[in-house]
């Protein structure tokens, strides 16, 4: 009886092993995954934001100079584990966009029970915020949470704490990895893509993300901001 369960003890010890060693290797693979990422982020941002700085300055000042508000939209936005994290981008709506926003929910194109929001020719919109969104300069300034390692160049956008919260247990995988500048459905179609749609490309990035697959959104990303689809 006891020799008879050898072979089924052994081969219960090897499947452990067996799972063992692959947890390992998953956890290196991503690790140096990670390491690389960061690598890639810090070599292209720093000389990013040198380069960039006298244009931020210009948008600052037209921005200040249309309606004498912020230049800088700051907001809390969830990041990796459901880490929040401040998020800042060139302000582009009038100065109580917040509260306009209540008035003209049912207008939202993603549905009136929508976990995003997205209308064509929004109102809170101003003619210098127009412009700086359909080359995506609003969203420069976020350059900063990558320099910080709050976001990295590749990744899922970043939700805010109220979209969240009406996430499915689906929804939520988008947040195990660190969320990102440019994403797959960023590169194709952008607003113009349903929510659902979004999720499941964000969700087919995380499973075959690489050191490639980021260097070739990155540079499909530049084609993407000067055509401006789905930039509204």
Not at 40 to 49: G, K, R, S, Y
Not at 87 to 97: H, I
Not at 190 to 209: G, K, L, T
Request: hydrophobic share 45%; charged share 25%; proline share 7%.
């Amino acid at each position: 009886m006891i020799e008879s369960n050898i072979p089924h003890l052994r081969n219960r010890r090897l499947s452990r092993l067996s799972a063992r060693l692959e947890r390992i290797r998953w956890v290196l693979w991503a690790r140096s995954l990670n390491a690389c990422k960061r690598a890639l982020d810090l070599c292209l941002v720093v000389p990013a934001l040198v380069a960039l700085a006298p244009l931020f300055g210009l948008v600052a000042l037209a921005i200040r100079l249309y309606d004498r508000g912020p230049a800088l939209y700051w907001q809390s936005r969830v990041g990796l584990y459901g880490r929040v994290f401040p998020f800042p981008k060139f302000r582009s709506m009038c100065t109580n966009a917040d509260q306009v926003r209540a008035k003209i929910e049912a207008l939202n194109q993603h549905g009136s029970q929508g976990v995003t929001f997205k209308m064509k020719r929004d109102p809170r919109i101003t003619p210098i915020g127009r412009i700086i969104r359909r080359l995506s300069i609003d969203e420069l300034p976020q350059l900063w949470c990558v320099l910080r390692g709050d976001m990295t160049l590749v990744g899922p956008r970043p939700p805010i704490p109220s979209e969240v919260a009406r996430y499915t247990l689906r929804d939520r995988e988008r947040l195990y990895v660190k969320p990102g500048l440019t994403c797959f459905w960023q590169v194709n179609g952008r607003s113009e893509i349903p929510f659902e749609q979004q999720v499941e490309m964000d969700i087919a990035y995380i499973q075959q993300r690489s050191l490639l697959t980021d260097i070739k959104l990155l540079a499909k990303t530049i084609p993407a901001v000067l055509w401006g689809r789905g930039a509204y």
